[in-house]
């Protein structure tokens, strides 16, 4: 079913199965601006793959082609062994992969019980006039989702905010919140934008467990953009390094480390 | 509950099947998970038991091992005790937040067998230090959570273990009947590590006689019943709350309730609505505390009502309670008073149905404990040790008194020395120090007398103990006046905005003090002042913030010098500390008091500071983080000077 089939160990013993989604020569353009310049990459079932780079690098276009918002010009987007039709968000959210956005957006007004719940839309097949009068198929659905739900905020230590409006939390918490409402999906890969941006560093710390613990308890796929480059080089396994649109670097957090192309475009480096 | 029962009552395990016999049905635990209370009625929990003790006997568990407990409250873990002490092992519950090191020494010092934890995080401490632990067999832990990937031999998952020991049981449950039928009065039922104010933490080992005498007449004392409810909140490895949560549970069949997490026991406690609640002064000081605040932030209106409303029942809700004459024009102003706000209010902080509530630890300021007796609520104080199985005072219905901490508790001889030291003998008193008999001998004397280090004294009109402080630390200052540190200490803490206060003086010219603010008090306070800080230091050595400080210092001043025993221990110089004291950088103990001789090592610089007349102290300070790292932050700490009263000099002499 995978072209490359076979799977490898990962150095604390995790075991990294075949390519979940790969990424063929993708070109997007807005106009004439290149966001992203033929680059292919991909995604193996069970790993946790980041995508860094310095500001306008394209990091979060690669994300929201991956969650299909954007279709590409040019290039291929393979999933589960199969060729993507270019496709409306919601229809990838069914294939079973969920997302959180760098500017955090959750519904204010609603409980995080609520907002988490919303992510189990996918997974509601009632009728309206069924889930108005909570009755039959409506009520028994509703009682299976809030399980699923209410395990997610287990996981994610929130039942003291389980009834809180969200705009009443700090933005360390909306940050799990979005977490939460995207696990609640049951995805198979999971998408975090920018997931420990604005935070301080213990709140980045626990951040990096759940995403580590998500991972190790569900199996969850995880496509990562982040910033701080610690971070990223502690928790994923491999590791795709963007700039100006380009690929620039592709591998274990070691090998890009020491990758010249990598740290010219961290460091900076003189233009001639 | 007759005298004929209870003289085949001789263990914990007996206890059990007693109440499955007599409450099968009702329900014994409950715990909320999921967002939903699990409860399990006694047939239930008696059966988990079984299933765990099987399991223990399956891993080898032999009699008079020690089955260390380390989690946070819940029914698996309440079980976990239950099911040593039916196979004749001994539970020793330990303080959960505990750093690696103290948790080392308490498993060495036991040699304990058998680990079982709530989560990863204590897995991880024990992993840490496992090399050290010669006797620890295996670790069980009931949370699987992040630790698929470790080394299973020597872990296993609690219902794994229960599983385990249900498919043994044909093969051993008669080994089991068989421990449980040789379980007399005199053997251990649990031991206790005491937290220890000076030194290396004890272990205190308290017999099925102890425990079993000690629940009965205390839940005899208050007429508890099997319908009572409880909240299991505070930490397992505290005397108080064996007695509560285990002993008086299966010795009357009350019903065990544990909290979500312990951020959502708020909440909980509310949903539940306990009619039987204990908590630390601490935990009051933060409800009220809370209410404040909220109330701050009212509107006009409800601002009168409420003001209003207090101030009635400041006058007549503790004269109700101890049954004291009352106008009838003041009752019917105290029953509207009743349904418009003392009422909604205590709903609001989960004591509507609080038939009984008690607080100890420490003291607990007056008007804190009366604004809680106004309102309708029958606090009580009572006073007492691990070494006493709780109780030594209580103080009965009816007679509550805010400074005293009421009679001596059903069975218990109270008496005080010449150096005003107290001692006492009750069937509660404890076996022994495990492996300690010279500390042993010091504490127990032949007769069975203990002495508290508590100095105090009865009152004469009433007969009720007043406890003054710990007999090692009351002093003299130089001038010959008595110094009782503790005593000024509380005073100061009764003020909102001041979480500790650490007075020093013995053997000095005069009193100083250091003190620790209360961030929340004092945040909400800056913010509505608007005075803006960026994070604790900051706040903590504003000079708006010394100054509100050292008004009280002065209000404390002039209320101590009222004492002509103790007007020497006015406070004469003060600081505010620059950190919270903490039990993980060993200056409070776990149970939140304050390691004076390890604050006055650690401080010496500042303490030397408020001698020597210097204005400002710039100091560094180790700490150590909640993983067990270390880190250090240093700031200026200004000294300010406090106003005194002068008084006549009394000399001690």
């Known amino acids: 079913m995978f072209d490359q089939p076979e799977s490898f160990e990962t150095v604390d013993g995790r075991t990294i199965g075949g390519v979940m989604m790969e990424m063929k020569n993708i070109t997007l353009r807005f106009g004439g601006v290149v966001a992203i ?45 199969e060729l ?13 992969i969920a997302r959180t956005f760098q500017n955090i957006a959750l519904f204010e007004g609603m409980s995080v019980l609520d907002n988490v719940m919303t992510g189990r839309l996918n997974h509601m097949k009632a009728g309206i006039l069924s889930q108005a009068l909570w009755y039959g198929n409506a009520q028994r659905e509703e009682t299976e989702n809030r399980e699923v739900v209410e395990r997610v905020i287990d996981f994610l230590e929130i039942q003291d905010i389980r009834k809180t409006p969200v705009s009443r939390l700090p933005y360390g918490l909306k940050k ?69 649109g380009k690929k620039i670097g592709d591998g274990t957090p070691k090998d890009v480390r020491s990758n010249k192309a990598v740290i010219d475009a961290y460091l900076g480096v003189a233009h001639d | 509950m007759t005298a004929t029962a209870s003289a085949d009552l001789i263990s914990m395990p007996e206890l059990l099947a007693r109440n499955v016999l007599k409450f099968g049905a009702k329900a014994a635990y409950r715990e909320k998970e999921f967002g939903i209370w699990q409860s399990w009625t006694w047939s239930e929990a008696a059966e988990q038991v079984e299933a765990l003790a099987l399991g223990l006997l399956t891993l080898g568990a032999a009699k008079g091992d020690h089955v260390a407990i380390a989690g946070r409250n819940r029914p698996y873990l309440y079980w976990t005790m239950l099911a040593a002490q039916s196979i004749g092992a001994v539970p020793v519950p ?92 005199d053997d251990t039922c649990v031991m206790l590590y005491t937290s220890g104010t000076t ?35 505070l930490p397992m490895a ?102 418009f706000i003392y009422g909604p209010l205590k709903n609001t902080l989960g004591l509507s149905r609080v038939r009984i509530g008690y607080t100890a630890g420490e003291a607990i300021g007056p008007e804190l404990f009366d604004f809680y007796r106004s309102l309708g609520i029958n606090l009580k104080q009572l006073y007492g040790q691990t070494e006493a199985t709780v109780y030594i005072t209580m103080q009965p219905d009816g007679e509550v008194l805010a400074d005293t901490v009421g009679v001596p508790a059903p069975g218990v001889e109270v008496r005080v020395g010449d150096n005003g030291e107290i001692y006492y003998r009750s069937p509660g008193v404890f076996v022994e120090y495990f492996n300690n008999p010279e500390s042993t001998a010091s504490t127990k004397d032949k007769d069975g007398w203990v002495a508290t280090g508590d100095a105090g004294f009865f009152e004469e009109n009433n007969g009720h103990l007043r406890i003054i402080d710990r007999a090692k630390d009351v002093g003299k200052i130089k001038d010959g006046r008595m110094f009782a540190p503790k005593y000024v200490e509380n005073k100061l803490k009764f003020f909102p905005n001041i979480l500790e206060a650490v007075v020093f003086g013995n053997d000095r010219e005069f009193c100083t003090a250091f003190i620790n603010i ?95 007349g210097s204005e400002r102290v710039a100091t560094t300070t180790e700490v150590t983080y909640e993983d067990g790292r270390k880190g250090s932050i240093s700031a200026t700490l200004e000294m300010r000077d406090a106003a005194t009263v002068a008084t006549q000099r009394i000399a001690a002499e």
């Not at chain 2, 067999?137 to 630790?147: E, H, K, P, S, V």
Request: glycine share 6%; charged share 30%; net charge negative.
């Open chain 1, 37 to 81: 310049q033929d680059i292919s990459f991909d995604i193996r079932e069970g790993e946790i793959r980041a995508i860094i780079g310095p500001n306008g690098a394209g990091k979060s276009s690669m994300l929201n082609v991956i969650s299909g918002f954007y279709n590409p010009q040019e290039g291929e987007v393979w999933y589960k062994g």
């Open chain 1, 84 to 96: 993507r039709p270019s496709m409306k968000p919601f229809e990838v959210a069914r294939q079973g």
């Open chain 1, 176 to 244: 799990r919140v979005e977490l939460a409402r995207a696990l609640a999906a049951d995805p198979k890969l999971l998408l975090l934008d920018e997931p420990m941006a604005g935070m301080n560093v213990e709140e980045k710390e626990d951040m990096s467990r759940f995403i580590l613990d998500v991972n190790d308890e569900f199996g969850t796929t995880i496509a990562l953009i982040e910033h701080d480059m610690s971070v990223v080089m502690d928790i994923s396994d491999r590791v795709v390094v963007m700039d100006y």
């Open chain 2, 94 to 185: 330990i303080y959960q937040d505990s750093v690696g090191e103290e948790l080392a020494y308490v498993l060495d010092h036991c040699n304990a067998r058998f680990l079982v934890v709530g989560d990863q995080e204590q897995v991880d401490k024990v992993l840490d230090i496992k090399d050290n632990l010669k006797s620890l067999q295996q670790i069980i832990y009931l949370d699987a959570r992040g630790m698929r990937k470790y080394d299973h031999s020597k872990l296993s998952q609690f219902h794994k273990l229960q599983d385990a020991g249900r498919a043994a049981k044909s093969e051993l449950i008669d080994e089991l009947a068989d421990r449980q039928a040789k379980l007399t009065y």
């Open chain 2, 199 to 233: 030194g290396r933490p004890k272990g205190v080992v308290l017999s099925n006689r102890n425990v079993i005498e000690t629940s009965k007449s205390s839940a005899q004392f208050d007429g508890l019943v099997s319908d009572e409810e409880v909240v299991a909140y």
């Open chain 2, 238 to 339: 505290w005397v108080g709350d064996y007695i509560f949560s285990v002993g008086q549970a299966l010795w009357t069949g009350f019903c065990v309730n544990c909290p979500e997490s312990p951020e959502t026991m708020m909440t909980d406690l509310r949903e539940i609505g306990p009619t039987y609640y204990f908590a630390p002064p601490r935990v009051f000081e933060n409800q009220l505390t809370d209410v404040m605040i909220r109330m701050e932030d009212a509107g006009r209106f409800k601002k009168w009502m409420f003001h209003k409303s207090m101030a009635l029942a400041k006058k007549v809700g503790p004269e109700l309670l101890n049954g004291h004459p009352v106008s009838t024009m003041d009752r019917v102003k105290y029953w509207l008073g009743d349904k």
């Open chain 2, 518 to 612: 209360d961030l929340n008090a004092v945040g909400n306070w800056a913010e509505r002042n608007n005075i803006a800080y960026g994070g604790y230091q900051e706040l903590s050595q504003h000079s708006a913030v010394l100054e509100m400080i050292k008004s009280h210092v002065e209000e404390t001043n002039l209320s101590v010098a009222e004492d002509p025993m103790l007007s020497g221990c006015q406070v004469h110089r003060f600081l505010v500390l620059h950190k919270e004291l903490d039990a993980d950088d060993g200056e409070l103990t776990r149970t939140r008091k304050v390691r004076r001789r390890i604050v006055e090592e650690k401080f010496s610089d500042l303490i030397e500071g408020l001698y020597d």
